[in-house]
T-cell receptor, first 114, second 116 residues
């Protein structure tokens, strides 16, 4: 079992729909990142969370530390949101010197159709 | 400037060639990373440099040789690669603060490597 699990693996939505991508993890973390990668492209960091909720434009990210779960929401989705969304966690201090390391989920491929 | 640049964007090399990938950042970050990403897979960490010293080597074959000549530059020297090494190679940097949560990694656009 992966330490970071994402669901769904693939998601197709119509333009304007509200989208939710989920991430569950099984390790102690100091932070959780949501990343976006367009096909063939580099990675853009969307959010870094250690608690609560963050909002940037149409994107909202939440995290529940007790339940070891995070969600990424996209409101009023648009075809330009089509990309792979990756959840990655930064290990907590209990893992000693490994805390620079990110553990990645397998990603969610989102396709938003016009 | 929140940009990590990588050169070249694309590289095709034979199994006997020697080539280098270059990564540069001018954000004053003291941690730099090399990742390898195969198609439809998440990135896999290869190396981490912290304050110009190699701090993590994820059991990467010796045909990949990292180098951090200064705090802004990170190179990955390639020699005698195999076709299965074809992938997107991503560089990232972060402030390098180990304690505390906020150490966001900024990623470069990657170098698409093809080994023939």
């Amino acid at each position: 079992k992966n330490e970071v699990e994402q669901s769904p693996q693939n998601l197709t939505a119509q333009e304007g729909e509200f989208i939710t991508i989920n991430c569950s993890y099984s390790v102690g973390i100091s932070a959780l990142h949501w990343l976006q990668q367009h096909p063939g492209g580099g990675i853009v960091s969307l959010f870094m969370l250690s608690s609560g909720k963050k909002k940037h434009g149409r994107l909202i990210a939440t995290i529940n530390i007790q339940e070891k779960h995070s969600s990424l929401h996209i409101t009023a989705s648009h075809p330009r949101d089509s990309a792979v969304y990756i959840c990655a966690v930064r290990l907590g201090w209990e893992y000693g010197g490994a805390t620079n390391k990110l553990i990645f989920g397998t990603g969610t491929l989102l396709a938003v159709q016009p | 400037d929140t940009e990590v640049t990588q050169t070249p964007k694309h590289l095709v090399m034979g199994m006997t060639n020697k080539k280098s990938l270059k990564c540069e950042q001018h954000m004053g970050h003291r941690a730099m990373y090399w990742y390898k990403q195969k198609a439809k897979k998440p990135p896999e960490l290869m190396f981490v440099y912290s304050y110009e010293k190699l701090s993590i080597n994820e059991s990467v074959p010796s045909r990949f040789s990292p180098e951090c000549p200064n705090s802004s530059l990170l190179n990955l020297h390639l020699h005698a690669l195999q076709p299965e090494d074809s992938a997107l190679y991503l560089c990232a940097s972060s402030q390098g603060r180990v304690r505390g949560a906020s150490d966001t990694q900024y990623f470069g656009p990657g170098t698409r490597l093809t080994v023939l």
